[in-house]
């Protein structure tokens, strides 16, 4: 089974940037690039919610409350999926989890973002 590994969170005041990384493990390339990965982030007290996340034919999907701010990446020769977050805003702040073939696949352990006001 694929191994998800996040990194990259912190403390950052509002407008700054923080930059995630999920390095993958135990998955080949062809299938990295195929599967649906992404992020997801759970806000205390709230349901976790889709962030960003491509679709098996390349193609990318956001969140509207993160559009124009985020941008998602990815490395496939190393099989690295980033997530680049701009103009952090309070309402950011989540752990925020790489994820591969949706809600009932593959999850990493999360990584916390905190952006204070």
């Known amino acids: 089974q694929a191994q998800l590994v996040e990194s990259g969170g912190g403390l950052v005041q509002a407008g700054g940037s923080l930059r995630l990384t999920c390095k993958t493990s135990r998955m080949i390339t062809s299938t990295f690039v195929s599967s649906v990965m992404g992020w997801y982030r759970q806000a205390p007290e709230k349901e976790r919610e889709l962030v960003a996340t491509?679709?098996?034919?390349?193609?990318?999907n956001y969140a509207d409350a993160v559009k124009g701010r985020f941008t998602l990446s990815r490395d496939s020769s190393r099989k690295i999926l980033y997530l680049q977050m701009n103009n952090l805003q309070p309402d950011d702040t989540a752990v925020y989890y790489c994820n591969r073939d949706g809600p009932l696949g593959s999850w990493g352990q999360g990584t916390q973002v905190t952006v204070s006001s």
């Open positions: 491509y679709t098996g034919d390349g193609r990318t």
